[in-house]
């Protein structure tokens, strides 16, 4: 390159039709140079500004694989197809999306909870509702009313019956829909500890395969007051240890002779009553309730108090049980939750949200206990 335009030069002095002196020629060749080392300078510039956009490009989606390839290995993630394993990658990039932009929020105080990539993230909130969002809310109340304490009686800033040996390990119900049974085992689990003070896992599998009678529908859904009225109904549900949890629908085996826990009757408390409920939780003990888990927030719940506006008081479509509740440093009440999704969900399982924020989620709204 540099060699023709040298060539050039010279040619055109030599010619009749340019006159230039020889000590010039020196100086304009100086000129020509440095004017082509700059323009050989800017574009190793450009090569290079191209090369690191090209770089950190492929740097980027390497993360993301190898994100995403290290989460399917942490909770044991398997695609029946490559197919597949790229349409739940595009979900699984959504929802990492959203769980930085929401944990930013949250860095600034702006959220009072953060999210996390559990073992949910590779799922839309359509599949969500339709293998865990089963619990049957269409039912009236058909239990006795559980009776106010005098008013004036000053309540405990906390309570946490976990720590008072009342409530069981965190279970994981999988893609049955089984939120119903284990909300109704739990709560008969702590009435069983407070009368006989021995703590044992129930079995929610025999609510799952022998409660149709009384309308609940196994894996497709079901209602804790079925449930406790199933118990009242059979004699008695067993140990876990006897009748284990299988995640799906089976024929019933119940022994009566392994019966662990019977129920003698149940109550509710009345619709949308938080300080009832807080009243009840001190009383009584463990409680059922129903809760709305639509929002994709409740799905990704990581730590914190769970403050979620878009739920709904109404729309109840898992079930769950109050083991608590409390205040954090940060003044925000809470009721302190136990779900069955598995300890990788939430905070070990469970999940502090809001109190007295005008019965957010529904957490008021269908909340009862049995009487053993």
């Known amino acids: 390159m540099f060699t023709g335009i040298f060539r050039s030069a010279k040619s055109l002095i030599k010619s009749d039709k ?3 002196k020889p000590e010039a020629v020196g100086h304009m060749l100086q000129q020509i140079t440095e004017r082509l080392q700059n323009i050989m300078l800017r574009m190793r510039v450009l090569l290079v500004v191209a090369a690191l956009v ?5 740097a980027s989606v390497s993360l993301e694989d190898l994100e995403f390839h290290a989460w399917k290995l942490k909770f044991g993630k398997t695609y029946h197809s490559e197919e597949e394993e790229y349409q739940r990658k595009m979900i699984w990039l959504d929802n990492r999306k959203l769980v930085l932009e929401h944990n930013m929020l949250a860095d600034q105080g702006i959220k009072s909870y953060r999210l996390g990539m559990n073992h949910f993230a590779d799922m839309n909130i359509q599949e969500f509702k339709g293998c865990l969002g089963s619990f049957n809310s269409t039912k009236t109340h058909s239990a006795t009313p559980f009776l106010r304490q005098a008013e004036g009686v000053a309540l405990p800033a906390t309570v946490n019956w976990t720590r008072e040996g009342y409530v069981t390990s965190v279970k994981n119900q999988s893609s049955c829909g089984s939120c119903w049974a284990f909300s ?6 702590g009435q069983m500890f407070r009368k006989t003070g021995k703590l044992v896992s129930l079995s929610a599998q025999q609510l799952v395969d022998c409660s149709w009678i009384q309308g609940n529908s196994g894996c497709a859904g079901g209602g804790v007051e079925s449930a406790f009225q199933y118990v009242l109904d059979s004699g008695g549900l067993q140990e876990e240890n006897t009748y284990p949890y299988a995640s799906r629908e089976g024929v019933c085996k119940f022994n009566p002779q392994k019966v662990s826990a019977t129920c003698g009757g149940f109550k509710t408390l009345s619709v949308g009553d938080e300080i009832l409920l807080q009243k009840a939780v001190v009383a009584i003990g463990p409680i059922s309730a129903a809760i709305d888990t639509s929002p994709k927030s409740f799905l ?3 730590s914190g108090v769970y403050d979620e506006p878009a ?3 109404t729309r109840l479509t ?3 049980l109050v083991v608590g509740y409390g205040t954090d440093c940060s003044g925000r009440k809470y009721w302190l939750v136990k779900n069955s999704w598995g300890v990788q969900w939430g905070e070990r399982g469970y999940i502090r949200m809001s109190r007295n924020k005008d019965n957010q989620c529904g957490i008021a709204t269908y909340a009862m206990y049995p009487e053993v």
């Open 18 to 20: 340019i006159r230039i």
């Open 300 to 302: 990704l719940y990581q």
């Open 184 to 189: 109704a085992a739990g709560a008969l689990e």
């Open 318 to 320: 898992h079930a769950v």
């Open 311 to 313: 739920c709904s008081s």
């Open 54 to 58: 090209v770089v950190a490009g492929a």
